[in-house]
């Protein structure tokens, strides 16, 4: 029977790991994402796990001690956050090559530079095509529903990738929030035993693992890959309704929020989306016909599910939590954009960078998107299609 817990995110994620139970995990500290490991060399040290913490130098080399734990048959984890995922980036792309499922916890932080320690999505976003399936939570309670999921996503036969589960640094990863966890049992019977395929300890099958991919092979290899990520739709899917029917709690591609009859929508992931609804609530009292898609898959990218679920609305907004530097806007709308063209009919769509360097987002803010967006259904005309939100300058 689940039991409830007052926890942080980073501290939710610990339990999972505990209750996971895996192997190796390589470690090593960087803000937001310390507390990870910090709790979980606790639960190493009181003997509560059989995982063997690899302590290590440095994030590039914590991700290498995962890849050579799963290559050789065992459950490997790891956590990090902003310059440690980006001292990984090679690391994580020979992870996703090599089809080794290593779970990795993210606690999202800002790039450098200039430094900034403080919540927003450029980490993640600049390993999105790293290869790897990335999920994202909106509070603590789904952040260890989601790390519950990893393991039996990443293992399916047919897909064999990596998997990064993603909170907002600080704003979940510290905030303490209340929090059913599952009984330690459960969490096993879900996760189940890993029986790998093939691992270099397997004496009967002599492996290879990260030779040199000439040119004659390399491309038969990623397209592999490819198809292992089209394959991870189903798996996650899968793996939802049998967390769905273990717990009650639904999961998806992503959320629909008053999504029924909206006219005006927003698109956003993480920790926004609950202000966003907050914001819907107070609009839906006042007659305006908002509406909230909150995205949980961004890899693999659920395209034809969402440009369904926003064909009706007469504009829609995608709220980018890092900047794309492409001159045209951020990721999530890049995708979320391309994911509707082929609608025949498609609502008008704008960009909102926000929250860059852990800057606030309030539901007036919220709002203030949402007021544009009336505009835009209203008249047809689109105005600025990529704009910053939130900028003193501006507002001044």
């Known amino acids: 029977m689940a039991h409830l817990d007052r926890l942080s995110g980073n501290e939710a994620v610990a339990v999972a790991m505990r209750q996971i139970d895996p192997d190796v995990m390589g470690a090593f500290p960087i803000t937001p994402s310390t507390e990870i490991p910090q709790y979980f060399a606790q639960y190493v040290a009181d003997g509560a796990v059989h995982t063997e913490l690899v302590t290590v130098e440095s ?62 999505h450029s980490d ?16 603590n309670q789904e ?14 036969a047919d897909v064999r990738l990596p998997v990064m589960i993603c909170q907002d640094g600080f704003i979940t990863s510290h905030a303490v929030e209340n929090i059913e966890l599952l009984e330690d049992a459960e969490v096993k019977g879900f996760v189940g035993e890993y029986h ?37 739709k189903a798996a996650i899917l899968r793996q939802a309704k049998r967390f769905e029917a273990m717990t009650g709690r639904k999961y998806g591609f992503f959320e629909e929020y008053r999504m029924e009859d909206a006219e005006t929508a927003i698109v956003c992931m993480g920790s926004t989306a609950g202000t966003a609804k907050a914001a819907i609530d107070e609009l839906r009292d006042q007659g305006v016909k908002a509406g909230l898609v909150k995205l949980r898959v961004f890899r693999p990218f659920p ?19 890092s900047e794309g530097f492409s001159a045209q806007g951020g990721p999530l709308f890049a995708e979320t954009r391309s994911a509707c063209y082929d609608l025949e009919t498609h609502p008008k769509l704008i960009d909102v960078v926000f929250g860059l360097g852990g800057r606030d987002v309030s539901t007036t803010d919220i709002k203030h ?28």
């Open 143 to 156: 952040v260890y529903d989601n790390y519950v999921q990893a393991f039996p996503i990443a293992e399916t």
């Open 124 to 139: 993640a976003m600049g390993a999105r095509d790293s290869g790897w399936i990335q999920i994202y939570a909106e509070n």
């Open 59 to 120: 994030e590039h080399s914590s991700m290498s001690v995962c890849m050579g734990a799963a290559a050789a048959g065992g459950r490997a984890i790891s956590a990090t956050s902003s310059a440690g995922l980006a001292l990984m980036y090679e690391t994580l792309y020979v992870a996703a090559s090599s089809r080794l499922p290593i779970v990795l916890a993210v606690s999202t932080r800002a790039l450098s530079g200039p430094i900034n320690i403080n919540n927003d």
């Open 303 to 321: 395209a034809q599910e969402l440009a369904q679920a926003l064909q009706n609305c007469k504009a829609v907004a995608v709220l980018d939590k």
């Open 369 to 396: 998107v949402y007021s544009r967006l009336n505009t835009i259904a209203a008249t047809g005309e689109t105005g600025p299609v990529y704009v910053h939100m939130g900028v003193r300058e501006e507002e001044a």
């Open 196 to 232: 790998p395929a093939h691992y270099l300890l397997n004496a009967d099958e002599p492996l290879a693992v990260g030779p040199y991919d000439v040119t004659h092979y390399y491309m038969e290899h990623k397209k592999q890959q490819a198809e292992a990520m089209k394959n991870a």
